[in-house]
């Protein structure tokens, strides 16, 4: 299906609550789209503080706002469907079924002036790989070694065959430094000063308050970026940020919840763009501690929470509730898992009595503080506790919360949180379910079928051959409740009507590629 940004009426409103649509702007009366031009600052709201504007280092999905205008990636993704197209890498292919040679764009720099070449790139491989505070090694478990085999060409030897390499290289593990910053910065570490090779180039950082961009005028596509550079507002009321744009303090707003839509509806200064994407709310266990460690006490969880409920109060209903990692739309779904844990609070309690959870004991889950957030934290207290769990939910800021759990602390037994999606269901699956990935919030190992049947679903570039394998690895994740999910939140962008040519995407993660902006 064609993205398309369009001024919709109530019944295409409706159609798209049932995944019929993508991509339509709400409001407004219909107008001839002008000619792009460059010039101006877009002005962004953005929910949070990053965790880090080093690709290699950060572990928070938010991240991804502010990284995708540094860095440009390996491979980029097509906006609708998330098939892997060329990006600095202008080629690629598999010579066999382990060897993955990627032919480098020539002429483009990193924002400090050196060159991107083969070699800049062997580098970015090597450090993402092996750099002990690297959380993106496991995007890369299947990568032995990497040479430079041209001026501007590399080659990855396999250890096993990964038709998601292409897919994965549009991602973190494909964003590209400097490796002159990276020397050059203390300890190399980014986090504070970012070098990429992107459209636009740091400028600065006032920790939780603003980040600066500004147009990179060597930027290897033409006539891109239109604007002169994105000034992102870190302001963490949604509320608060939705009426910065309202007022025209700020042109755009995304990722916003469901319950704003009726707010900004009510302007005649906004529209809206939305469509579906693979972010999912979920809660995050730790099964190597307990409860979580009881498989009995994980499968109470998900039998013991009615998702359909859950989506009407939380999400206004623009959601899709989240029986597995992959929604509906995905070609890798699966309706058999997705019918495990349709919701049975008698057998939630049934395995309880079995696991020996005296009634009423309270499991403490880490969260966010903003309002959306303790909205789902009340719902699922009041649906839990029906099947006598008492939830307590421990509040902090994005990057701190993410931070303790998979961090180095491992503070917590869960985490209610979104997982953002990845262009590659095995990139999903690799990071949140193999023993060593960040997301596997204990490290702690799961059965060897699992793991072999992720690298299965990687093993062949024949659709149904990983469909099969998919089939068989979601199977697994949810017969092990090794993750609760809850419901697949549809993008939601708010903007003034000055900004023209912006697109939704599956991931629901904004880019800017199109997007000017009028006089």
């Given amino acids: 299906m064609t993205t398309k940004a369009i001024w919709t009426t109530r019944r295409e409103a409706m159609a798209l609550l049932s995944g019929a649509v993508a991509g339509v702007a709400l409001g407004g009366d219909a107008r001839a789209q002008a000619a792009p031009k460059r010039g101006g600052i877009l002005r962004v709201s953005a929910f949070t503080n990053p965790s880090s504007l080093d690709p290699a280092t950060g572990g928070a999905g938010s991240d991804h706002a502010f990284l995708f205008t540094m860095y440009d990636t390996l491979t980029e993704w097509d906006f609708d469907t998330l098939k892997p197209r060329p990006g600095l890498a202008e080629s690629w292919s598999f010579t066999d079924p382990t060897t993955f040679v990627l032919n480098i764009r020539p002429g483009v720099t990193f924002h400090d002036g050196t060159p991107l070449d083969a070699e800049a790139v062997k580098f970015n491989f090597e450090r993402n790989k092996t750099d002990p505070k690297s959380n993106i090694k496991a995007d890369l478990a299947t990568m032995a070694s990497v040479a430079v085999t041209g001026p501007m060409q590399?080659?990855?030897?396999?250890?096993?065959?990964?038709?998601?390499?292409?897919?994965?290289?549009?991602?973190?593990?494909?964003?590209?430094?400097?490796?002159?910053?990276?020397?050059?910065?203390?300890?190399g570490n980014l986090t504070r000063t970012p070098v990429g090779a992107g459209a636009y180039a740091f400028v600065s950082w006032a920790d939780g308050e603003r980040i600066v961009v500004k147009r990179n005028e060597k930027y290897w596509k033409a006539n891109r970026p239109y604007p002169d550079g994105i000034e992102f507002a870190i302001i963490p009321e949604l509320t608060t940020g939705v009426r910065s744009v309202t007022a025209g303090q700020n042109d755009l707003i995304y990722q916003l919840p469901p319950r704003q839509k009726v707010v900004v509806d009510r302007s005649n200064t906004l529209k809206v763009?939305?469509?579906?994407?693979?972010?999912?709310?979920?809660?995050?266990?730790?099964?190597a501690k307990p409860?979580?460690?009881?498989?009995?006490?994980?499968?109470?969880?998900?039998?013991?929470?009615?998702?359909?409920a859950f989506v009407k109060?939380?999400?206004?209903?623009?959601?899709?509730?989240?029986?597995?990692?992959?929604?509906?739309?995905h070609w890798a779904y699966d309706k058999s898992v997705a019918g495990l844990y349709s919701y049975d609070p008698d057998k939630a309690r049934k395995l309880l009595a079995e696991a020996g959870f005296k009634e009423g004991t309270t499991i403490e889950i880490g969260s966010y503080p903003d309002q959306d957030s303790v909205q789902r934290q009340e719902i699922l207290i009041e649906q839990l506790r029906k099947v006598g769990i008492g939830l307590r939910f421990i509040n902090a800021p994005v990057?701190?919360?993410?931070?303790?759990?998979?961090?180095?602390?491992?503070?917590?037994?869960?985490?209610?949180?979104?997982?953002?999606?990845?262009?590659?269901?095995?990139?999903?699956?690799?990071?949140?379910?193999?023993?060593?990935?960040?997301?596997?919030?204990?490290?702690?190992p799961v059965p060897p079928e699992l793991e072999a049947a992720i690298k299965e679903s990687r093993a062949s570039e024949d659709i149904e051959i990983r469909r099969k394998a998919f089939a068989t690895v979601q199977r697994l994740v949810m017969d092990n409740a090794f993750v609760v999910p809850l419901a697949f939140q549809y993008e939601l962008v708010a903007m003034n009507k000055k900004v023209q040519g912006y697109r939704p995407n599956l991931l629901g993660k904004p880019k800017y590629d199109d997007v000017w902006l009028e006089s």
């Fill in 154 to 187: 590399v080659t990855l030897k396999l250890n096993t065959p990964d038709a998601a390499m292409p897919g994965i290289l549009s991602d973190r593990a494909g964003m590209m430094v400097s490796p002159a910053a990276v020397k050059a910065s203390a300890a």
């Fill in 273 to 287: 763009v939305n469509g579906p994407t693979l972010y999912v709310f979920q809660i995050f266990l730790n099964w």
């Fill in 291 to 308: 409860p979580f460690d009881d498989i009995r006490i994980r499968k109470a969880i998900n039998f013991g929470i009615d998702r359909e």
């Fill in 313 to 329: 109060a939380s999400l206004a209903g623009l959601a899709e509730p989240a029986y597995m990692n992959l929604p509906k739309s």
């Fill in 399 to 444: 990057a701190e919360a993410a931070g303790a759990f998979f961090g180095a602390e491992k503070r917590g037994s869960g985490l209610l949180a979104a997982w953002t999606g990845r262009p590659d269901p095995s990139l999903t699956y690799a990071l949140m379910f193999t023993k060593d990935a960040y997301f596997n919030g204990g490290r702690a």
